[in-house]
């Protein structure tokens, strides 16, 4: 039910605490530097985690399964969460990622379900594939001008987004991106240059969403791929 991790310890290896489902809470002391691949996955009655100041890296499936987590904080040295880290973390209702991150992986928080609302920072340039797949709690999304890509399925099956802005950096959405969001209403795209889109990139939702572009910018997303199957596309200006 509860772990004391010395003050010695450095690294935590990978599947170290896997399956402690009756462990409720833990502290990682400021020594431990790299916390390995699924090292408390599926501690399903862990409610509250604190990590130290050293880490610079949430690996893989980290904390994946841990359904009774509520929140987290991630100190301000994390650079890169890994992928699958917090997947399936459906207690989580908040999440603060510092501003030195600048990798959220592949399916980071897929099916997070209690989120409902999230902040991603400025140093981030690419979300990862599926990597807020089925956060149905999800109401709204604050994508930074730093992103250029947004993954395959990175925001599949969040059917409670009311809207999204995507940012003029990006040039790549990819496949399935906000397949079945069927909430969202707005879409707000600032790239002057219609983004490449993949397969079903807005499938369910072009029918009925609002798509709002830059100025002057109509007729191009009109014609673009991906883009022209939108019923209602009007101007703003940005």
Known sequence: ????????????????????????SVTIPD??????????????GLTSVTIGNSVTTIGSHTFSGCSSLTSVTIPDGVTSIGRGAFSSCSGLTSITI?????????YAFSSCSGLTSITIPDGVTSIGSGAFSSCSGLTSVTIPDSVTSIGDSA?????????????D???????????????????YCKAIVPPSTGNYTFNSVNATATLYVPTGCKAAYAAAAGWKDFKTIKETQF
Request: charged content about 10%.
């Open 1 to 24: 039910t509860s772990v004391t991790i010395g003050n010695s310890v450095t690294t935590i290896g990978s599947h170290t605490f896997s399956g402690c489902s009756s462990l409720t």
């Open 31 to 44: 020594g431990v530097t790299s916390i390995g691949r699924g090292a408390f996955s599926s501690c399903s």
């Open 98 to 106: 510092p501003d030195g991150v600048t990798l959220i992986g592949d």
């Open 155 to 167: 925001f599949f099956n969040c059917r409670n987004l009311t809207s999204i802005t995507i940012p």
């Open 169 to 187: 950096g990006v040039t790549l959405i990819g496949d399935y991106a906000f397949f079945k969001c069927r909430n969202l209403t707005s879409i």
